[in-house]
């Protein structure tokens, strides 16, 4: 056999595209083949570290088959072993208790060694005493962050803030640097006046998830952001009367298209139900007559019969909405004008990208 016919170059810019669709396990055996296998191999294998990850393979009768790797998180103590892993990451999300066995100063050499990061999540509470080896640290490509206990990294976080686009954080009382990059944003509200104070750019904010204890008398000052299209009101839920309060004043938010609230009404009982929504609809809904898709999680059980009256009840000030969910109960329609039909898949229906992780649990 002639083995010229073997020695053929094969377009790189094809083989990227070939492996790029193969699994974390598929990558880990073309790894091994050849050196040139093995340098595409990694590239794909650390460009995204999560603690939970699906890995998708096709069976020998063709089929998708997912397996979920918990410990894949485990990928970043191989760049402690091996540096120049780092420069493949691009998205990295772990639990920082995930980060105890290494010391601050091994922490820090594989931050360093990751200049190309993009977006990064540490998950869960930085405990007193633990140094994540943050400091000094700085990503020049980082758009997009998740820190739970923002006191414990508030120079790290401070450094990045100017270029941040998605920024998921805690309450913190140490006053923080401005961000006007916003696209994305996850925390307090008394956070998010920080980040954005009265005078800075409107235009870039798309998506604010609002979480508790505390929220703010009125959310109007929000509204003057005409490209917000999605508004969450979530974590620790408010009572229907505190949300009244903080909408009642406020101009119209003619951009939301997504809207989820998560009401707290006592204690959850699952043997209750109730006939009676929470709040008038009407009051509720005036604020947000763009919505198409709305989520409001109530702490009782809502009668499918009734939840069916309170979709319509919605639907008389949103015109357009076409997904309703109340807590387990889904609800769509073709458009105005259409029935409402009952759906328990209708919340899958509501576009995810409206308000995106930090780092996804994509497959591989």
Not at 352 to 357: D, G, I, K, V
Request: aromatic share 10%.
């Amino acid at each position: 056999m002639d083995e010229r016919r073997f020695s053929r170059l094969f377009p790189s810019e094809l083989e990227h595209k070939i492996f790029a669709l193969l699994g974390l396990l598929d990558l880990t055996r073309t790894a091994l083949v050849c050196r040139r296998f093995r340098d595409m191999s990694q590239s794909l294998l650390f460009r995204h570290i999560a603690y939970a990850y699906w890995s998708a393979h096709f069976d020998d009768k063709g089929d998708p088959v997912q397996k979920l790797l918990h410990n894949w998180h485990k990928a970043i103590f191989c760049i402690l072993d091996d540096v120049t892993l780092g420069r493949h990451v691009r998205f990295l999300k772990v639990y920082v208790g995930q980060l105890k066995p290494m010391s601050a100063d091994e922490l820090h050499t594989v931050w360093s060694s990751m200049p190309g990061l993009i977006a990064l999540s540490l998950d869960g509470l930085i405990p007193d005493g633990q140094d994540l080896g943050l400091r000094n640290i700085d990503f020049p490509r980082l758009q997009r962050l998740r820190i739970d206990t923002p006191d414990r990294c508030i120079d790290f976080l401070q450094r990045h803030l100017s270029r941040l686009q998605h920024l998921v954080v805690d309450i913190t009382k140490i006053p923080l640097n401005s961000a006007t990059s916003l696209v994305h944003y996850e925390g307090p509200y008394s956070v998010l006046t920080q980040l954005l104070p009265d005078g800075a750019p409107t235009h870039s904010l798309k998506s604010c998830a609002l979480f508790g204890p505390r929220f703010p008398s009125t959310l109007a000052p929000l509204a003057r952001y005409r490209n917000l299209r999605y508004l969450k009101i979530t974590r620790n839920g408010a009572y229907p009367a505190m949300i009244l309060g903080m909408i009642m004043n406020c101009p119209p938010f003619t951009g939301v298209t997504s809207l989820s609230i998560w009401f707290r009404t006592g204690y959850m009982n699952p043997e209750t139900t109730s006939t009676d929504p929470p709040c008038e609809w009407s009051q509720l809904m005036r604020p947000f007559p763009a919505a198409r898709y709305i989520v409001l999680t109530l702490e009782y059980n809502v009668v499918e019969e009734w939840g069916l009256a309170w979709a319509e009840e919605i639907s008389e000030t949103c015109k357009d909405a076409r997904v309703i969910v109340l807590s387990d109960c889904g609800f769509k329609r073709a458009g105005p004008g259409f029935d409402w039909v009952a759906d328990s898949s209708a919340e899958k229906a509501i576009d995810a990208s409206l308000n995106p992780r930090v780092v996804d649990a994509i497959s591989r």
